[in-house]
């Protein structure tokens, strides 16, 4: 299996500012997905991130917006830019050890915009 | 969407009845996931249906895929409280990550 630590586990930070969600894994991982959740509704795929290429964004989202990093096999970055309330979500990484395998995820990190 | 409308739902059942949830996806996929989301956290992988397997057991949990009308489902026998949370199924495309449907929260009550 593979553990992933997300950091914050939530934050409150204001309109316009900037917010780093890190994410680490256990264990080496060719792709980290990021996925977005709104209160009440399912997961959305916000893009895949491979170590040293860059990342490939689901239709909705941006590399202005939300750029990410994977500057190696064990860890990325998503960064939420120009916060607004509307991004008030939760944020989660996502890998897997083997494609089509058990997929796992973090604990999540609550932003709140204000 | 890759997903039907009749996902969302909400279901309130009593502990230690069965209970089944449904979906159907609209797009060809390989494999079929569910998962369980318990309050505030993440997603926890239950079942994965390839698109060769008709139905997948694991303890109290069974799933069933038809790849021809494109539908899964997710049946739980002798519900406890603890499966109280939402479940949702997803596709997985080709390893580029998940596709997940709405999802349907199961509430059990004492």
């Known amino acids: 299996s593979v553990l992933l630590y997300q950091k914050p586990n939530r934050d409150i930070c204001q309109s316009g500012t900037s917010l780093k969600i890190q994410c680490v894994a256990d264990?080496?991982?060719?792709?980290m997905f990021w996925y977005q959740q709104f209160q009440e509704q399912s997961l959305m795929l916000m893009a895949t991130?491979?170590?040293?290429?860059?990342?490939?964004?689901e239709s909705g989202f941006t590399k202005d917006k939300f750029p990410i990093s994977r500057p190696n096999l064990t860890f990325s970055t998503l960064t939420v830019n120009n916060a607004r309330p509307g991004d008030s979500s939760i944020y989660f990484c996502s890998s897997s050890l083997t494609r089509d395998g058990e997929v796992f995820f973090g604990k999540g990190t609550r932003l709140t915009v204000v | 969407s890759q997903w039907g409308e009749e996902n969302l739902q909400a279901l309130s059942i009593q502990e230690g009845e069965d209970v089944t949830m449904n979906c159907s996806y609209k797009?060809?996929?390989?494999?079929v996931q569910w998962y369980r989301q318990k309050s505030g956290k993440g997603p926890a992988q239950l079942i994965l249906?390839?698109?060769?397997?008709r139905e997948k057991r694991s303890g109290r949990l069974r799933a069933t895929l038809d790849t021809s009308s494109q539908s899964s489902s997710l049946s739980i026998t002798g519900t406890l409280a603890t499966d109280t949370a939402v479940y949702f199924c997803?596709?997985?495309?080709?390893?580029?990550?998940?596709?997940f449907g709405l999802g349907t929260r199961v509430s059990v009550f004492p």
């Open positions: 991130a491979n170590e040293g290429s860059e990342a490939t964004y």
């Open positions: 249906i390839r698109s060769n397997e």
């Open positions: 264990s080496q991982v060719v792709s």
């Open positions: 797009t060809y996929t390989t494999v």
């Open positions: 997803a596709t997985d495309n080709y390893a580029q990550g998940l596709t």
